[in-house]
C-alpha cells in the first residue's frame, strides 16, 4: 500500500535537492554515484543516490506552489529532513543579469497564494530559510568564486501575469520573481524541518533579454550537493 498519494516512492532520503523540471533532475542525476529513479509518477522523477559518499536524492516538484507543496509534503512524510530547491528566477534588477545567482533570504507571495492559502488561519507564516542551509550556500559560493546575490524575492502564482506588478515589487525591495520558495519555506517551518533555495537567473524581465544558463545551473547543483551532504546539528 502506498505511503502517500502522489509519489511511488517507499521512502525519501534525509537530504533531497529539489527542482520544478524533471529533465534537469534527470540530467543532476548524472552528478551521483549510483543513481536510482525511485519514483515517476506524474513525471515528478525522484532520484537517490550519493554524493561525498553520503545518501542524497533528488526530486522534481513541478510548476507553481501547489504542485511544490504537494512533493514538499509527501517527502516529508517520506522521511525528508533538509531540502535545497535548486531553481530559476526572474531577475528585476539591472545589474542581476542571466546567468547570475540569487540566494534568497526570504520568499513573499500574494495573501492566499502559493498554495498555503489553507494551512495558516489568516496568519502570515514565516517564509525565511533556514539559517544553516543559507549560511552554508553562501560559504560554498564563496569558496568557489561564483558570484552571487543575497535578497528577498516574490513567489508567483501567475506566470503570465507577472508583467502587472513587476513595477510594484521592484518598489518593495524585491530582486527577483520565481514561483516556489515561499511554499517551501513556510511548509518547512511549519513542519519542522531545515530549507534554503539556490536560484539561477534564466532572464531578466527589466531589459526584457532570455539567453543561455546551462553552466550556472551545473554549478549550482555542485554547490547544492557540496551543502546538502554536509553534517547538521
Do not use: W
Not at 519514483?39 to 559518499?53: I, Q, T
Not at 517564509?127 to 552554508?136: D, K, R, W
Not at 513587476?166 to 518547512?188: N, P, Q, W, Y
Request: aromatic share 10%.
Amino acid at each position: 500500500m502506498k505511503k502517500v498519494y502522489h509519489l511511488d516512492a517507499e521512502e525519501a532520503p534525509e537530504r533531497m535537492i529539489i527542482m520544478g523540471d524533471p529533465q534537469r533532475v534527470q540530467m543532476v542525476s548524472k552528478l551521483l554515484r549510483d543513481p536510482i529513479l525511485v519514483s515517476k509518477s506524474r513525471d515528478l522523477f525522484v532520484y537517490k543516490g550519493y554524493y561525498n559518499n553520503v545518501e542524497v536524492g533528488l526530486a522534481a516538484h513541478g510548476m507553481g506552489g501547489p504542485s511544490a507543496a504537494i512533493v514538499i509534503e509527501e517527502l516529508i512524510k517520506l522521511g525528508t529532513k533538509y531540502i535545497i530547491r535548486l531553481g530559476t528566477v526572474g531577475s528585476i534588477v539591472n545589474e542581476i543579469d542571466i546567468g547570475d545567482i540569487i540566494v534568497p533570504t526570504g520568499g513573499s507571495f500574494s495573501y492566499g497564494g502559493a498554495g498555503l492559502g489553507l494551512y495558516f488561519n489568516n496568519i502570515c507564516p514565516n517564509t525565511a530559510p533556514s539559517y544553516e542551509l543559507l549560511y552554508e550556500l553562501v560559504n560554498e559560493l564563496n569558496k568557489k568564486k561564483i558570484k552571487y546575490y543575497i535578497g528577498s524575492v516574490f513567489s508567483s502564482d501567475s506566470f503570465y501575469a507577472e508583467s502587472n506588478y513587476i513595477d510594484t515589487i521592484r518598489k518593495l525591495g524585491f530582486i527577483g520573481v520565481e514561483m516556489e520558495c515561499a511554499t517551501l519555506f513556510a511548509l518547512s517551518n511549519l513542519r519542522n524541518i531545515k530549507s534554503a533555495c539556490i536560484l539561477v537567473v534564466s532572464n531578466n524581465v527589466i531589459k526584457n533579454k532570455v539567453g543561455d544558463y546551462y553552466n550556472s545551473i551545473i554549478n549550482a547543483a555542485s554547490v547544492s550537493l557540496n551543502v546538502i551532504t554536509k553534517q547538521f546539528h
